[in-house]
């Protein structure tokens, strides 16, 4: 039997209140990691509210910690928060990300910069402080997704922002290569968290019969594959995308 063990490693996972994120903090603390759990403050506290919760049922080696990926500072602060409570960082997972959907025409800036500040300027601004601070042997995964390659409708926000977190990954990969950091990402169809479900009917049943597997993504289908990349299992794997999508091709 082979068996994956995180025991003394850090992960950060951003975006980790709820959705994809908070399965991948479940995953990785189930696999022995220590987890900061990052959330987007939003003024109503709910991500606080959710991220809390989640730490609390992780119990030891779980922390919750506040910081927009947009603000430099406030990752810097992420950063140094990881160092503090655990002498640094290993692993960082890129997850959180929004939607702003339009068609182009009527695609406002407001729409368009806030889905690209937070979907790919703020992966930078994660992975940057992540090649200055991350332990050597660490990882890096970043969320991809399908829709840079569909190009579903009235996303082009959204899929110009994911296309430019795989081209990232690509050029990070070679960069950290000499310290023996992995950079990968994973692309995940539609799965079916808050997000996900946000899609109306008529839409989601159209994308279903698209799927050779004929169901959509489950939260711990992305985290499972986030977790073999994170692990020794894969230390010969980096600078690519890889599809989780139950086989919708493109």
């Known amino acids: 039997m082979i068996a994956i063990d995180l025991a003394g490693k850090v992960a950060l996972i951003t975006g980790a209140s709820q959705g994809l994120g908070a399965a991948t903090a479940r995953t990785l603390h189930a696999a022995g990691a220590s987890v900061i759990i990052n959330f987007f403050p939003d003024p109503e506290g709910r991500n ?11 119990g030891d080696r779980a922390l919750c910690l506040g910081a927009d990926v947009r603000d430099t500072a406030a990752v810097e602060r992420l950063f140094a ?65 399908i829709a840079a390659t569909i190009g579903f409708f009235g996303q082009a926000n959204y899929a110009a922002a994911k296309a430019g977190v795989s081209a990232m990954t690509r050029v990070l990969s070679r960069e950290l290569a000499r310290r023996r950091i992995t950079v990968n990402a994973v692309a995940p169809g539609v799965v079916l968290t808050e997000m996900g479900k946000s899609i109306p009917d008529t839409v989601r049943e159209g994308m279903l019969a698209q799927i050779p597997l004929g169901r959509f993504g489950a939260p711990d289908d992305i985290a499972h594959v986030i977790l073999f990349l994170c692990s ?19």
Request: charged share 20%.
């Open 81 to 145: 928060a990881g160092r503090a409570a655990w002498g640094g960082i290993d692993i960082v997972v890129n997850n959180a990300a929004i939607l702003r959907d339009r068609t182009i025409r009527n695609m406002t800036d407001e729409d368009w910069h806030a889905v690209i500040e937070t979907n790919l300027t703020g992966v930078f601004h994660v992975c940057r402080e992540a090649a200055r601070q991350l332990r050597d042997d660490g990882r890096i995964v970043s969320m991809a997704s």
């Open 48 to 58: 606080q509210a959710l991220a809390s919760c989640l730490a609390d049922e992780l």
């Open 232 to 250: 020794p299992l894969a230390a010969y794997i980096t600078g690519h995308t890889l599809p989780v999508n139950g086989g919708w091709a493109a």
